[in-house]
């Protein structure tokens, strides 16, 4: 039998290489996102700034193990959403993520 899960959900680590200095450092947290079908994923252009920010704000739902300066964990809200994805470095880690997470689910099929 198949379950059709008409609004599925998934949650992956994303790792993200921050500009540090004369090169990057690494760090990472866990996001949620919606999983869209084939025709919705179609719709957005991933290579320009304004389709991938439009990808983003239809997918990530929230997000988890992020921390301010201090330490302090940051809960998941659309305003700390927002700053995230405003992040060129992060926004590609997202978008990196999600299509991965696809490319191992059909590898496993």
Do not use: H
Request: aromatic letters at 10%.
């Amino acid at each position: 039998m198949f379950n059709v899960d008409l609004k599925p959900t998934f949650t992956c680590p994303v790792i993200v290489s921050i500009p540090s200095g004369d090169g990057v450092i690494q760090q990472s947290f866990r996001a949620k996102f919606a999983a869209l079908d084939i025709p919705d994923f179609s719709g957005f252009d991933l290579a320009s700034p304004v389709g991938a920010q439009g990808f983003l704000e239809r997918t990530l739902l929230s997000v988890s193990d992020v921390v301010d300066e201090e330490g302090n964990a940051l809960p998941s809200s659309p305003q700390l959403l927002g700053r995230i994805v405003e992040l060129p470095w992060a926004r590609t880690a997202l978008i990196r993520a999600y299509l991965s997470a696809f490319t191992r689910a059909a590898q496993g099929n």
